[in-house]
């Protein structure tokens, strides 16, 4: 019976952990919250919690060595660290995160040891990577090639849990939110570079029309242009990938991210209330004053909608801050998990949109392909962040200890003998996760 590690037993990992206990694996739960590791198994007979932080390196090593493949489910951080341990011993891995430059330099090592490392196996990265190559590779077979090229992904609310000024809720931590951001995005429009830096990612936003949904704002995700050679569109004009948030979000958030609320650096907050912390992040801002002050400097009314979303988190309050010491992150991090999350029976959705313009060489013939997937979280059971991200994981473990999977080195699923069976797995599992396509 072949053995698997899970590494973190977070928001998305009960989905993952009881598949492969279902297909009959061994499984061992990791995590430095023992009792989250016992609950994802619930007393099943194949599966083991393990207690384990990150700062152990000799019993990762233990771990690794009793274990036939590894799955990190933990911070991005931590996935180098985790990958060497497994090449070092041939072990298989696979994990649901960006590739980071660390990850890409142990390509070469992978492939000498006869490993393969299965990374962007979630669902953004994952599920997009999958979908978009599975028409991408048939256009091309057909004789087509792709002249541009859009693809977005939001994890939103469903439209009746849609109950907060926000228009957003939290099914994982909202940390991995608040930090993306800052991040800078590069794209390719009409066969020019577009560069966005990290203060103006939510200045560059417009409105996509999503089937069976309605209007949502998109904004660019990290850099597209990084996929023209991944993807092989070498021949498109437009390259750009973008995340989903519901309308509105992006006007608050290009001033929240840049206004010293999101501040990383610990700080003394002994004794102060929001309304204090709040004040103090923001220059130049005053207690008796701060939504004026706020308004001032975001060079908004103060009624904007921004600062109202802030009133609504408490943020102008007496009441006392939950922590004494960390960063103003952190606080921001506590507060949306407090006010922001899923109640009971409530589901989130998953919402993701291709766009392909293509053309083929017969008759100068074009045509616009939309695929789209939504999918709904099962009330009172898994949210569909959950299911969407750590499904394809675990899917991709079974096929790699199976032999379906085969190869070596650094890798992303975006070659057909890895994306075709998980797709179609997908697709026919209950409640399965499947696209809708439409041509003009």
Known sequence: MKKILVLGAGLVSKPLVRYLLEKGFLVTVASRTVSKAEALLDNHPN????????????????????????VSLLPAAHHTMVAKECLAQKKFMVTTSYISPEMRALDNEAKKAGILILNEIGVDPGIDHMSAMKIIDRVKGNGGKITSFKSYCGGLPAPEANTNIWGYKFSWSPRGVLTAGKNSALYLKDGKRVDIPGPELFADTHILNVPDIGELESYPNRDSMGYIGIYGLEEAQTVFRGTLRNKGWCAAMRRIVNSGLLDDKERDFKDMTFNSFTASVIPGASLETVKKDIALKWGVSVDFHGIEWLDWLGLFSDEKLPIEKGS?????????????????????????????????????????????????????????????????????????????????????????????????????????????????
């Open 47 to 70: 599966g083991a919690a393990k207690l384990w932080t990150a700062e152990d390196k000799t019993g990762l090593k233990i771990l690794i060595n009793e274990n036939d493949l590894a």
């Open 328 to 440: 103003p992150l952190d606080i921001m991090t506590a507060r949306m998990i407090e006010k922001m999350s899923y109640a009971p029976g409530e589901r989130d959705m998953i919402v993701m949109h291709h766009e392909f313009m293509t053309e083929y060489p017969s008759g100068g013939k074009t045509e616009k392909i939309n695929s789209t997937l939504i999918d709904f979280g099962l009330p009172h059971g898994d949210t569909s962040m959950a299911r969407t991200v750590s499904l394809p994981a675990a899917i991709a473990a079974r096929l790699i200890l199976e032999g379906k999977i085969k190869g070596e080195g650094v890798h992303i699923p975006v070659i057909p003998a890895i994306y075709e069976p998980i797709l179609k797995e997908l697709e026919e599992m209950e409640n399965g996760i499947h696209f809708k396509e439409t041509k003009e």
